[in-house]
């Protein structure tokens, strides 16, 4: 059992691009096992393995209030896609910055579990949205690069600034 790290914008390491998953064996089991952990430690509903420094298709999500649900999905692919929605979210590797994302609206997704056993499953709602997220990070893309261009440059004059006032503290 092992608490991993959380990488920040505008660690280089978010940008990288994960690559499948082929070997379903103890190593992975002991990554999904710490993923959950660090998750639910820094309360969030979603982790990807970009933001542990893994570049590997790994994704675990659990959006219940009883933290009593967890998903892992390995190597997840969208295959429909249907309706849009636009709803705030916030990122653990971008602290304290929340705004609204254009996402798909319902989504039917196929993956592996950790077993390597495929699985199919629909989502809407706030899963909808997480797992549109989650991929995003596997692929080195964060919900701020959704935002327009003029709340992308207000977004960097605000981390300018918090990080003018770390190196000041
Ligand atoms: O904890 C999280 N909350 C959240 C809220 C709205 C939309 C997406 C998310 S995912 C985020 C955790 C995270 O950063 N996962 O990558
Ligand atoms: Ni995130």
Known sequence: MALLTVLHYPDKKLRNIAAPVSEFNDDLHTI??????????????????IQVGIQQRIVVIDISEEKNAPLCLINPEIVYEEGFQYEEEGCLSVPEFWDRVERVEKIKVRAFDQKGKPLELEAEGLLSICIQHEIDHLNGILFVDHMSRLKQERFNKKILKLQKAEVKA
């Open 32 to 49: 999904v096992k710490d993923m959950f952990e660090t998750m639910y430690a820094e309360k969030g509903v979603g982790l990807a393995s």
